[in-house]
């Protein structure tokens, strides 16, 4: 995508959720996704429950508003990952 | 570290010549923010390729509808960072993200663009639900 960031996944560039095998969620930037996993920029990690809100009330405010980047940067390793789907499309 | 003015300018520029007032300072934000009578606009500028492809062109294509805000404002993060910075404690609840547009009646903000929702997307679709937001909220501008 783009001039000059070619070679980086499709969805390089695109903020969305990345569902997992377990109680985490995580919302961000895609910067790259490869055989480690998903690579993200700014992004937070929703776990079920927390701050007494479920997955879907989080998930409608981050569609809405975006979501704080409380991590500049991370990995959500492959063998985690059970979905991917665009923060702009819910 | 903001970028040279030369690169910068070719952006602002982009928005005011269609009418957007550029907020540089935090009292140029305060007196647009503190304005609450109708409906108002505020544009955080960027540098990136989708404020360049996408929001600043569909912002401008917006501004030609028959329904506009009565008041249009941008701040540009990145470059202008109190001034950008002191906008966004208007709406502190709101993650940070640039580009994006916030718009307020009667000095609420009824609705808001993340950048989420113009990556990936076209001028044309930024465009149309701008002009939806104007559609629901302003009032029709009369011809000069």
Same mark, same amino acid.
């Given at each position: 995508m783009g001039t000059f960031h070619q /070679?980086?996944?499709?969805? #390089? /560039?695109i903020t969305v959720v990345v569902e997992t095998d377990g109680p985490d969620l995580f919302v961000g930037r895609v910067d790259d996704i490869d055989d480690r996993g998903v690579i993200l920029l700014d992004a937070d990690l929703h776990r079920e429950?927390?701050?007494? %809100?479920?997955r879907e009330e989080y998930l409608d405010r981050a569609a809405r508003f975006g979501v704080?980047? %409380? #991590?500049r940067r991370l990995v959500v390793p492959v063998d985690r990952v059970t979905g991917i789907r665009r923060l702009g499309e819910l | 570290m903001p970028y040279s003015p030369l690169i910068v300018n070719p952006m602002r520029q982009e928005l005011t010549s269609v009418g957007v007032q550029e907020l540089t300072t935090p009292e140029d934000v305060d007196a647009f923010m503190n304005d609450k009578d109708g409906t108002a606009m505020l544009v955080v500028n960027s540098v990136c390729g989708c404020a360049a492809g996408m929001a600043r062109p569909g912002i401008r294509t917006a501004l030609e509808h028959e329904r506009r805000p009565d008041r249009v404002a941008s701040v540009f993060a990145g470059q202008d960072l109190e001034a950008t910075a002191h906008a966004r404690g208007y709406f502190d609840d709101v993650p940070p993200s640039s580009p994006s547009i916030a718009f307020f009646k009667d000095g609420e903000l009824v609705w808001f663009m993340p950048r989420h929702r113009i990556e990936g997307r076209t001028a044309d679709d930024v465009a149309a639900d701008l002009r939806a937001v104007f559609d629901e909220h302003c009032a029709t501008v009369a011809a000069s």
């Open positions: /070679g980086k996944h499709d969805l #390089h /560039g429950g927390e701050a007494e %809100r479920s704080f980047a %409380r #991590h | -």
